[in-house]
T-cell receptor, first 109, second 113 residues
Framework: GEDVEQSLFLSVREGDSSVINCTYT??????LYWYKQEPGAGLQLLTY?????DMKQDQRLTVLLNKKDKHLSLRIADTQTGDSAIYFC?????????FGRGTSLIVHP | DTAVSQTPKYLVTQMGNDKSIKCEQN?????MYWYKQDSKKFLKIMFS???????INETVPNRFSPKSPDKAHLNLHINSLELGDSAVYFC????????????FGQGTRLTVV
């Protein structure tokens, strides 16, 4: 099975908050990441969290890490249409980074 | 200036052909990667080079051969292309093999017909 799992789709209304969830299996994960992929583009790192942290906030983005449950979430406050993209969760324990399948975030007016 | 650039952006070719995708990074990073993204957006690492040496080689057919002439370049050569090779291939780089941030290229969409 996959080491990193995410739901495939999330639809929100503009102005609402979006919460994208991710679970992982590797207990030795050192860093956990959120990447954004816009259509026809490569992946862009949004934020990352070190495994000894519980939370990280960066402007509209809040990352929560529950290490016990191996659960990572990304909250986007005041979601805008420009936030529509695929969001990838990734973890890295050693040399090999592992990505989830991505969550397509659809923001509608 | 583009940090990680790949060429070509699109590649359409027939089964059985041999093709190469080139990647260059101007970030001064030590480590470069090739990823394959399938039609369902699943992103899987193929190879990683650190200082021109192969450090990750996932279960990839030996028709795929990476070549790193120097730290700033990692090219991917594919022999005897098959339909199942159709995907988007991403090059990435990071500062060291455990670097916190990987910078990705724009991707090369390979279509095998």
């Amino acid at each position: 099975g996959e080491d990193v799992e995410q739901s495939l789709f999330l639809s929100v209304r503009e102005g609402d908050s979006s919460v994208i969830n991710c679970t992982y299996t590797d207990s030795s994960s050192t860093y956990l990441y959120w990447y954004k992929q816009e259509p026809g583009a490569g992946l862009q790192l949004l934020t990352y969290i070190f495994s000894n942290m519980d939370m990280k906030q960066d402007q509209r983005l809040t990352v929560l890490l529950n290490k016990k449950d191996k659960h990572l979430s990304l909250r986007i406050a005041d979601t805008q249409t420009g936030d529509s993209a695929i969001y990838f969760c990734a973890e890295r324990g050693s040399y090999i980074p592992t990505f989830g399948r991505g969550t397509s975030l659809i923001v509608h007016p | 200036d583009t940090a990680v650039s790949q060429t070509p952006k699109y590649l359409v070719t027939q089964m059985g052909n041999d093709k190469s995708i080139k990647c260059e990074q101007n970030l001064g990073h030590d480590t470069m990667y090739w990823y394959k993204q399938d039609s369902k957006k699943f992103l899987k690492i193929m190879f990683s080079y650190n200082n021109k040496e192969l450090i990750i080689n996932e279960t990839v057919p030996n028709r795929f051969s990476p070549k790193s002439p120097d730290k700033a370049h990692l090219n991917l050569h594919i022999n005897s292309l098959e339909l199942g090779d159709s995907a988007v291939y991403f090059c990435a780089s990071s500062q060291g093999p455990t670097g916190t941030e990987a910078f990705f290229g724009q991707g090369t969409r390979l279509t095998v017909v």
